[in-house]
């Protein structure tokens, strides 16, 4: 997902943060580092996302790509936790959002629409969620 994302943004002056604990099988983890070695201008960080994000200042992020736990809380933790690290009109893409199985995903999202957030989905198993004011 985030080479993919850094393809169609790599003319752009963006910095990418990627946070994964690899807590999967290992040739995931050194076939994620084989690809994206290229890409100068990323941050990675393995751990779980909630132990990293005071690490993270403030509106410092243009484009961040989430692939949680995909459960509720995990999801919701992730975008409240994460939200203030946006820049103003930054993007975060929430992955799994349309996939049957992780409604819990679905479920964090739908509240946070309630909560003025401007959201715009993709044709993929993404949600863009663009940051237009500091209000969760």
Do not use: W
């Amino acid at each position: 997902s985030l080479i993919c994302t850094h393809e169609a943004t790599k003319n752009k002056d963006i910095k990418y943060i990627a946070i994964d604990p690899f807590l999967c099988e290992s040739f995931v983890e050194s076939a994620f580092f084989q690809n994206t070695s290229h890409i100068s201008n990323l941050k990675f960080f393995k751990n779980k996302s909630s132990e990293v994000v005071d690490q993270i200042p403030d509106k410092s992020i243009d484009l961040l790509l989430i692939d949680g736990d995909h459960t509720y809380n995990g999801a919701k933790t992730d975008i409240i936790n994460y939200f203030p690290k946006l820049k103003y009109r930054g993007i975060m893409l929430v992955h799994d959002f349309t996939l049957p199985i992780f409604s819990g995903v679905v479920q964090a999202i739908g509240e946070l629409i309630n909560n003025h957030l401007f959201i715009k989905l993709g044709q993929s198993s993404f949600i863009q969620i663009q940051k237009l004011n500091d209000e969760l």
